[in-house]
């Protein structure tokens, strides 16, 4: 229980860090708009960076581990989806939008902090492995969902192309072979600025779960952060150690994963389409707060 702490305490406590800096005027909003800025465009992508050129990859592809995950993805989007429009007679949009939010990971935020603090290096492959595709797929699902007949497929292409971590992704893939050739203070910058990932992007999310709140009724948000940090995570743990049977480590990293609360992606998302955003930016913040309880409940169940 006391490892578990260890994990949980130290992120929560940086995300209210941030969160208090911003209600107490130490920090404005604008300040950690910067400072999730600099963790999506330069942290996290150096982190990837370091992680993908370096790291061992498996020889074969882990065909359980993506469908464990997505396995839950999809049901839960679609009860998400189901039950906006049945119970809550939302429209179309927003239901697709309440159904990407309980499948959405906040992964840059809270998931690769807790991860890493959980697993290390063994737990970095699976997960940014992970990340590599979830990211894309998610965005295209919920464009194509959204947009239906007018969705512009080279569109998303670019969009997705010009994303720092889909960019990093694809610099780490590419430098393996040169690995060796690569000078030393190039990769003492990398790791600085890679080391700032973790502490930057928790305070970064408590200042983003102050400007949120809850700006539309309970009832919705509350459905929608159920399914994401029980019903997702549970599914992906069945699957993971009852059917493919899965190495701790990557059966870990994909509970952990599924177990994070809503991305900021589906608030950003929401934006875009001006559809949602008070229900987005709900279960952003509501999801959020509850996960300090759920995610300490799952590191127990995955001995951690």
């Not at 969705?151 to 040169?178: D, E, F, K, Q």
């Amino acid at each position: 229980m006391w490892d578990s702490v260890g994990v949980i305490l130290p992120a929560f406590a940086l995300i209210a860090v941030g969160y208090l800096a911003v209600r107490a005027r130490l920090l404005s909003e604008r300040a950690g708009d910067g400072l999730s800025e600099f963790v999506y465009t330069l942290a996290i992508p150096c982190l990837i960076f370091r992680t993908l050129a370096r790291a061992e990859m498996p020889e074969v592809q882990p065909w359980g581990y993506w469908i464990a995950y997505f396995t839950g993805v999809a049901v839960v989007w679609a009860l998400g989806m189901a039950i906006a429009a049945r119970l809550f007679r939302r429209d179309p949009s927003e239901s697709v939008l309440a159904g990407f939010s309980a499948a959405q990971s906040n992964t840059v935020l809270v998931g690769v902090p807790i991860i890493l603090r959980a697993y290390g290096d063994e737990g970095a492959v699976p997960l940014f492995l992970l990340i590599a595709v979830h990211l894309p797929i998610m965005v295209a699902a919920a464009s194509l969902l959204i947009e239906g007949r007018d969705t512009s497929l080279p569109g998303i292409l670019r969009r997705l192309l010009v994303n720092p971590i889909i960019v990093a992704i694809l610099l780490g893939s590419a430098a393996r072979p040169a690995v060796g050739f690569l000078p030393d203070p190039f990769w003492r910058v990398v790791e600085l600025i890679g080391s700032a990932a973790v502490p930057c992007a928790l305070v970064g999310m408590g200042t983003a779960l102050h400007r949120y709140g809850l700006a539309t009724g309970l009832p919705l948000p509350a459905a929608v952060s159920a399914l994401k940090l029980v019903v997702h995570p549970l599914i992906v743990y069945w699957l993971a150690t009852r059917i493919f049977v899965l190495p701790p480590a990557w059966t870990g990293v994909a509970v952990l994963f599924a177990a994070c609360p809503t991305g900021v992606n589906a608030y950003l998302l929401a934006e875009r389409y001006k559809r949602g955003v008070a229900l987005t930016s709900s279960a952003v913040s509501l999801s959020t707060v509850l996960s300090m309880v759920t995610i300490f409940a799952w590191l127990q169940v995955l001995g951690k």
